[in-house]
């Protein structure tokens, strides 16, 4: 089974950074799509950030310019740079994986957002 542990989380100050990491075993990391969902209370889950095996990478419209997705094949660790934290990024943010056709998430990690 894929396991997926986020870490990295906690309480910052808006304008402030994180970096947040999930550390991966099982699976096939390096051929699989790896991303970063998130959810607030009373809000949906949303995809933040996803990188593709070959390197590409997406983000949601609201946190382009200061999020940054990225991948240690190495080691099996995907991370999120987080820079000019807003409010409105507090939330939990999973780690997700997907490969064919399969999606595993991690159990998450807090991101909570002063101002």
């Known amino acids: 089974q894929v396991q997926l542990v986020e870490s990295g989380g906690g309480l910052v100050q808006a304008g402030g950074s994180l970096r947040l990491s999930c550390a991966a075993s099982?699976?096939?990391?390096?051929?699989?799509?790896m991303g970063w969902d998130r959810q607030a209370p009373g809000k949906q889950r949303e995809l933040v950030a996803a990188s593709t095996s070959s390197g590409s990478t997406n983000y949601a419209d609201a946190v382009k310019g200061r999020f940054t997705i990225s991948r240690d094949n190495a080691n099996n660790t995907l991370y999120l740079q987080m820079n000019s934290l807003k409010l409105e990024d507090a939330a939990v943010y999973y780690c997700?994986?997907?490969?064919?056709?399969?999606?595993?998430w991690g159990q998450g990690t807090q991101v909570t957002v002063s101002s």
């Open positions: 099982g699976g096939f990391f390096s051929s699989a799509s």
């Open positions: 997700t994986y997907r490969r064919n056709g399969l999606v595993y």
